[in-house]
């Protein structure tokens, strides 16, 4: 095949695919938002068109996070959910596999295996489960290859200029590249397949490719469509508790990685408030922190923090917006090294930079043309700079009027007389501030990125997740840049000895995946400085009532208890490196949630884990979700936390309607709340504005059944 053949008919592109590839098809998709949706269909339904055939042609669909527009399981959810997702969804097309695999409707001759799942999307759906993969994302690419994957196909983004393409992996440069090389390196036939979606971002760095990095690149407007954009969801004061507590181990001049959804907006939101309003942080966190925050982390941030993280999430960006993620880290082990000890400052460029560079030994005294490639590269020198032909002299200037300096730079006075001469840049050119693999956010997000300054833009390097979620490969130059890490993961449930319960049910059930947990749980041991950071709220809902999330045992542990590290609920900070098995279960019932601290104790007796005689310290035994409502309430009526930081798609009236909606939900699951709402929304005899009755459908209401809820609503409004 001509490398690469452009089409402009996502038709003619699957005819490609099935003329090219012989036998049955292995389709590999990035996660999120890198799926070339339409393509994917239209090779979907082609292939589930011959069902019917003695011999049908085979799909195996290998991906992760297959997102879905969300659709309301009662009657009364969908009436309100279909405007809402008309407006934030637009033309964004649901994947036909998702349905059919939903709905138990895939053909037998198709399968779909997933590698990380919605969360609890598939719980219950056997077919889903049976397919699940289990695996860490870095072994993801070799996964593939063990599979047989024979297609990749990936949307991305695309750059026209002086009728020459550029394309961009875009959100999803994270598996593909080492998918590429591994299958290059064996000899292996793999049909690349680029889909340009001019929706998506062009993000620069890393994820640039050719156009000849695909073998078929699709070009058709039908390509084209609306990103899924989740929106913001509200951030509760158990999710503000828990970001508080984060936001506080976070050292400064640091390393940051958080995930998507409340917790993470929890997190930026804290670390805006303890850089910009240190005083009322510091009293916040006092309020919350039963063992007081002498130990915690407090400051400004003075330097500033270094975005790594498999997720680049819309908390990430306003983060960078706010100034806080501002930490530049480059792609040479020397120079990072220079930065970190603070012999070289990415800010300023002088004759002191290039004398650190000439004594470090990373260039030499005499410039060879590579030295000043690279010095040229990361901008301490400026382009006026020649080397002469027997490489005895540096030019600086135009060939009439150039200054003429010795290239000896080990003598402080040329150093000067280069700097005099105007050869020397104003500051380090390079850096970036934030490493990710794929991104995934709300609207606004996406369109940030789209009209993001050139020069802002090229500090955010999406890149490869074997790059951001392991120490293996460049393991020196990612030591340095990686200092005071912080990796912060949210997990299910953790048992009193420290094992964490991310991704499945002790049925074995899944409800997520590994992802990159596992990873990034490793690298903050191997790292001297850093931390794992595993966040958790203390109870869950269940359909008997409240749990606790933290447990004395599970039959089911993503992370094993030898790899533990810090803990952390709304009740404060369970560190647990070290420690006996003894402390660490005192150090996790001291964060859990009082109502089960009793029980926890007298479990971890009976397994002599804890004396006879221990009883919970009286500071920890106000664990409760009314002390801590009371405690943080005030901050939210000031401003400081408010229920969605980062704005939301929902508008008032919307938010007004989910809030009761929420309460008639959870009331379904807790027979006694439920009798105790029917009664007091029957007695008040309320009704609802017409327009929300409009919205759910009730406006008209006449069976008994429509009626009772009119009421129940109009109660909880």
């Given at each position: 095949m001509t490398h690469p053949i452009t089409t402009n008919q996502i038709a003619a592109a699957v005819d490609l695919v099935l003329d090219t590839v012989q036998g049955d098809i292995v389709l590999g998709l990035p996660l999120g938002i890198g799926k070339p949706n339409p393509f994917v269909n239209a090779l979907y339904q082609r292939i589930k068109a011959q069902g019917g055939a003695p011999n049908p042609r085979r799909l195996k669909i290998i991906t992760a996070?297959?997102?879905?527009?969300?659709?309301?399981?009662?009657?009364l959810e969908q009436h309100f959910l279909q405007p809402l997702v008309e407006r934030v969804f637009k033309?964004?097309?649901?994947?036909?596999?998702?349905?059919?695999?939903?709905?138990?409707?895939?053909?037998?001759?198709?399968?779909?295996?997933?590698?990380?799942?919605?969360?609890?999307?598939?719980?219950?759906?056997?077919?889903?489960?049976?397919?699940?993969?289990?695996?860490?994302?870095?072994?993801?690419?070799?996964?593939?290859?063990?599979?047989?994957?024979?297609?990749?196909?990936?949307?991305?983004?695309?750059?026209?200029?002086?009728?020459?393409?550029?394309?961009?992996?875009?959100?999803?440069?994270?598996?593909?590249?080492e998918v590429v090389e591994r299958y290059a390196a064996e000899g292996r036939p793999l049909l690349k397949v680029g889909v340009v979606n001019h929706q998506m971002p062009f993000m620069p760095n890393h994820a640039v490719v050719a156009p000849s990095f695909f073998d078929i690149v699709v070009t058709d407007p039908a390509a084209t469509h609306t990103l899924f954009a989740p929106p913001n969801g509200k951030v509760s004061t158990a999710d503000y508790a828990i970001g508080l507590h984060a936001s506080s181990l976070v050292a400064d001049n640091g390393t940051l990685q958080i995930g998507i959804g409340a917790l993470g907006d929890a997190i930026a939101q804290a670390l805006i408030v303890r850089d910009r309003h240190g005083p009322e942080y510091r009293r916040i966190l006092e309020s919350i922190c039963p063992d007081g925050i002498a130990t915690r982390e407090l400051g400004r941030f003075d330097h500033g923090l270094y975005g790594c993280s498999e997720m680049f999430v819309n908390g990430f960006l306003r983060l960078i917006e706010a100034g806080i993620?501002?930490?530049?880290?480059?792609?040479?082990?020397?120079?990072?090294?220079?930065?970190?000890?603070?012999?070289?400052?990415?800010?300023?460029?002088d004759a002191k930079t290039l004398a650190a560079l000439v004594q470090s030994g990373r260039v030499r005294a005499q410039l060879t043309p590579d030295d000043l490639t690279f010095l040229q590269h990361i901008g301490v020198l400026t382009s006026a700079v020649t080397l002469s032909d027997d490489g005895a002299t540096l030019h600086v200037g135009s060939a009439d009027g150039a200054r003429q300096v010795d290239n000896r730079l080990d003598r402080p006075e040329l150093l000067e007389a280069l700097a005099q001469a105007g050869g020397l840049g104003t500051r380090l050119t390079g850096g970036v501030v934030m490493h990710g693999g794929f991104f995934l956010g709300p609207g606004d997000f996406y369109e940030r990125l789209r009209t993001m300054p050139t020069q802002d833009l090229d500090k955010i390097d999406m890149t490869r997740i074997d790059f951001i979620n392991q120490l293996y490969g460049q393991g020196q130059l990612k030591r340095a840049q990686r200092a005071k890490a912080r990796f912060m993961n949210t997990t299910m449930m953790v048992t009193l000895l420290g094992a964490a319960v991310s991704d499945a049910l002790d049925t074995g059930q899944v409800v997520s995946g590994v992802g990159g947990q596992y990873n990034f749980v490793a690298m903050a041991h191997a790292l001297p400085d850093a931390r794992s950071i595993l966040m958790l709220r203390a109870t869950h809902e269940h359909k008997e009532g409240v749990?606790?999330?933290?447990?004395?045992?599970?039959?089911?542990?993503?992370?094993?208890?030898?790899?533990?590290?810090?803990?952390?609920?709304?009740?404060?900070?369970a560190d647990l490196r070290g420690q006996s098995d003894g402390e660490?279960?005192?150090?996790?019932?001291?964060?859990?949630?009082?109502?089960?601290?009793?029980?926890?104790?007298?479990?971890?007796?009976?397994?002599?884990?804890?004396?006879?005689?221990?009883?919970?310290?009286?500071?920890?035994?106000?664990?409760?979700?009314?002390?801590?409502?009371?405690?943080?309430?005030?901050?939210?009526?000031?401003?400081?936390?408010?229920?969605?930081?980062?704005?939301?798609?929902?508008?008032?009236?919307?938010?007004?309607?989910?809030?009761?909606?929420?309460?008639?939900?959870?009331?379904?699951?807790?027979?006694?709340?439920?009798?105790?709402?029917?009664?007091?929304?029957?007695?008040?005899?309320?009704?609802?504005?017409?327009?929300?009755?409009?919205?759910?459908?009730?406006?008209?209401?006449?069976?008994?059944?429509?009626?009772?809820?009119?009421?129940?609503?109009?109660?909880?409004?």
């Open positions: 996070l297959s997102l879905e527009k969300p659709v309301g399981k009662s009657e033309d964004y097309p649901d994947l036909d596999y998702v349905k059919d695999l939903r709905a138990g409707a895939l053909p037998p001759h198709i399968e779909v295996a997933e590698f990380f799942m919605k969360t609890g999307d598939y719980l219950g759906n056997g077919l889903a489960q049976r397919s699940y993969i289990s695996t860490n994302y870095t072994f993801v690419a070799r996964d593939m290859g063990v599979l047989g994957m024979n297609v990749i196909a990936q949307a991305v983004a695309a750059h026209e200029q002086d009728g020459k393409l550029t394309l961009s992996l875009s959100s999803n440069p994270d598996v593909t590249f993620i501002r930490r530049e880290v480059f792609d040479d082990v020397a120079l990072q090294r220079l930065v970190n000890s603070g012999h070289i400052d990415s800010l300023v460029v749990r606790s999330a933290i447990v004395w045992s599970y039959a089911h542990a993503t992370i094993p208890r030898h790899l533990r590290d810090i803990v952390l609920t709304e009740y404060g900070v660490v279960v005192k150090r996790l019932i001291a964060v859990a949630d009082s109502r089960f601290q009793p029980e926890l104790v007298a479990q971890a007796q009976a397994a002599g884990k804890l004396e006879a005689g221990y009883t919970v310290p009286d500071r920890y035994r106000q664990n409760l979700p009314e002390m801590l409502d009371a405690k943080l309430h005030p901050w939210s009526q000031a401003g400081l936390l408010p229920d969605f930081p980062f704005g939301t798609d929902l508008t008032a009236d919307e938010l007004h309607i989910v809030r009761a909606l929420k309460r008639m939900k959870r009331a379904t699951t807790h027979p006694v709340e439920l009798v105790t709402m029917v009664m007091k929304s029957l007695w008040e005899n309320r009704e609802a504005p017409e327009p929300y009755l409009e919205r759910l459908g009730l406006e008209d209401a006449t069976s008994f059944k429509k009626m009772f809820i009119r009421k129940l609503f109009a109660g909880n409004l």
